[in-house]
């Protein structure tokens, strides 16, 4: 099904001819199509920091207010403050490959104590998760302790290799991962494509997983973007083939479709997404946040920022911001001030787009 547009619509990681058309659907409430403002407060731009990036992927903040930034294709970890960028140091161990490489940033719970990043990447045989100390040196410069595989065995390939990860309200490590173009492993409880994880710091699976081992939900194609609302509901975005990107509310054990069913079919034993973008060109959403009772969701191929409005388990039609006009958006980062940042891909350098913090 997806190899005839493997590397156009099915991955987000092609570019697109502008199409002009918006087709975000909001499934929960009904058709609806989205062209902003709508009733949503425009997001506002307050700064462009040009760091001259290569393929950022993810971002996290420190205590201080120091941003860690990871390029997928360099496997370098680099600190932003004050609008400046400096590397810390490249991760070991990576190889990257197509869509593979440094990926997903995660920052332990207990970062004061124990100064523990997360980080997903493709190595040679696998994606796996590991940790590293990072502490600060008497001249305010990060000093990158050696890594520490926590969870090896997620399966890679040129595309699908997920990457997403994020601890949620209940301490645990959330992990976002693709098929690998391995179409048999989204639907097997027992495989680790397809999925979306849920581990101890550690790395074991944690418990209370619906299982009994690591896989927490199935049935998913490539996971991009995990984050909680306000009551502690976790949802996801998620690339579809050339047809219905997605917007999932995660439930423990429920199975999201691929690759029986895409989008929302209302097929027996299947969960339907909140949302779908029938179209994967004015979407492919990445990296997903969630502020108030809105979600923001960066566009790959859309190139633009969608915002959905929540209510409870439902969902509203998206609304489209600044479309094409900072190009593909692979990250939604909260910043400590409440605002964003996103980072683009792929303008060759990349750059960061700073938001004021949503009225």
């Given at each position: 099904m ?5 590397l ?5 990681d092609?570019?697109?001819a ?26 506002e ?14 971002a996290v903040?420190l205590p ?11 496997a ?10 400096a590397?810390i140091?490249?991760?070991?161990g ?7 490489g ?17 980080l ?10 590991a ?8 001249d ?7 890594p ?7 399966p890679?390939a040129?595309t ?12 645990f490590?959330?992990?976002g ?11 097997d ?5 397809g ?21 927490y ?5 490539n ?12 949802w ?17 054990g ?5 690759p029986?069913v ?5 097929r027996?034993g ?31 191929r ?25 190009g593909?958006?692979r ?7 409440g ?16 938001l004021?913090?949503?009225?």
């Amino acid at each position: 099904m997806c190899l005839a547009v493997l590397l156009s619509g099915c991955t987000g990681d092609a570019n697109d001819a502008p199409t002009g058309s918006i087709t975000g659907t909001g499934t929960s409430t009904g058709n609806g199509i989205g062209t902003g403002p709508g009733n949503a407060t425009p997001p506002e731009v307050v700064a462009r920091l040009d760091l001259q990036l290569d393929i950022p992927w993810a971002a996290v903040f420190l205590p201080n207010g120091t941003a860690v930034v990871s390029e997928r294709d360099s496997a370098l970890l680099k600190a932003v403050r004050d609008g400046r960028a400096a590397t810390i140091g490249q991760v070991p161990g990576v190889a990257p490959g197509g869509e593979g490489g440094l990926l997903g940033l995660a920052l332990s719970p207990g970062f004061p104590s124990d100064n523990y990043l997360y980080l997903y990447f493709t190595s040679a045989q696998d994606n796996r998760i590991a940790r590293l100390k990072l502490t600060e040196q008497p001249d305010g410069s990060l000093d990158l302790g050696d890594p520490e595989v926590v969870f090896p065995g997620i399966p890679k390939a040129s595309t699908h290799n997920g990457g997403r990860i994020r601890f949620g309200p209940d301490g645990f490590l959330y992990v976002g991962t693709g098929d690998s173009q391995r179409r048999e492993q989204p639907q097997d409880r027992n495989a680790l494509g397809g999925k979306i994880l849920r581990l101890t710091p550690e790395g074991d699976p944690a418990p209370g997983n619906p299982f009994g081992n690591a896989v927490y939900s199935l049935g998913h194609r490539n996971v991009q973007g995990l984050a909680w609302d306000s009551a502690g509901r976790l949802w996801s975005s998620e690339f579809g083939p050339d047809v219905n990107d997605e917007l999932n509310l995660i439930e423990p054990g429920a199975n999201y479709g691929w690759p029986a069913v895409t989008g929302a079919p209302h097929r027996e034993g299947y969960r339907d997404a909140k949302v779908v973008w029938p179209s994967t060109a004015d979407s492919s959403p990445s990296g997903l946040e969630i502020a108030g009772s809105t979600a923001y969701l960066g566009a790959l191929r859309g190139q633009r920022l969608w915002t959905v409005s929540l209510s409870g388990e439902e969902a509203s039609a998206p609304v489209a911001y600044f479309t094409r006009e900072y190009g593909r958006i692979r990250d939604v980062i909260r910043t400590p001030d409440g605002g964003f940042w996103l980072l683009t891909n792929n303008k060759n350098p990349d750059f960061v787009l700073v938001l004021a913090p949503p009225a």
